[in-house]
């Protein structure tokens, strides 16, 4: 489905020992123990496990929404554990876009207001209304949230990730809130992005079902990475039951 399978994979991100420990009091918890791994330009690659696995954990390091407190991240050769705080923010805004279980779309703005807030802000974004179609939504743009179901707000949360272009798109259960078919074809908006724009897309899911869409699926377990598959033959979302 796309040319990073048959291409020597490139690293956009690589990952080392990467652990985060949380205190409170004297209590501690590991969120992630050491976790290694490269993720590959172009590639979408699923990661799964139960709730507390240290899935969004790492991915919040990741998209540098949260640090870690020991090992190193490299985006693109850059080590993003070693950045400010206001570094993080440049880099979110202008290499990450986000995608998350609840949409957290403005009320009073439309769909085409709500992808419009991000490309006021990004250096070479899309036109709203090229990231809507991009999602599937060409028929809602002057809609309001509340107008739209819960599977076309996250279409419009996915355009407004994308406007700006980013080299690395970051979804933490974004078919987490939805039935199998509305779910379905937010997946299909994933993976349009991911085979067009060429997006790194990283998507985080209990669903073990969705897995098989992706290149390659690390499950985690207890703040580690338990193994790693690589998808031979991979199936459109179209394809996916569960």
């Known amino acids: 489905m796309n040319a990073a399978a048959s291409r020597t994979p490139v690293p956009v991100f690589r990952i080392s020992e990467l652990t985060k420990v949380y205190r409170t009091g004297e209590v501690e918890v590991r969120a992630l123990n050491g976790v290694t791994l490269d993720l590959h330009e172009g590639e979408m690659t699923v990661l799964l496990g139960p709730s507390g696995s240290g899935k969004s954990t790492f991915l919040n390091i990741v998209g540098g929404l949260d640090t870690a407190t020991s090992g190193t991240v490299l985006f693109k050769g850059e080590e993003l554990t070693a950045r400010s705080e206001r570094e993080l923010t440049r880099y979110r805004r202008h290499h990450v876009g986000f995608v998350f279980q609840f949409y957290n779309l403005i009320p009073s703005l439309t769909a085409w ?106 499950t985690f377990l207890d703040g580690r990475i338990s193994h790693e598959v690589v998808n031979e033959r991979r199936i459109a979302p179209a394809e996916v039951s569960w």
């Open 113 to 218: 207001e709500n992808v419009a807030l991000v490309t006021e802000i990004a250096s070479d974004p899309m036109k709203p209304e090229e990231a809507l179609v991009m999602a599937g939504l060409p028929d809602r743009m002057t809609h309001f949230p509340a107008q739209l179901s819960g599977g076309e707000q996250q279409r419009v949360a996915i355009a407004r990730a994308i406007a700006k272009r980013p080299e690395v798109l970051l979804c933490d259960e974004p078919t987490g809130a939805l039935d199998s078919k509305t779910g379905i074809v937010v997946l299909e908006a994933l993976a349009r992005v991911n085979e067009e724009l060429g997006t790194t897309t990283v998507l985080i899911t209990h669903n073990a079902a969705i897995q098989k869409i992706a290149h390659r699926v690390f």
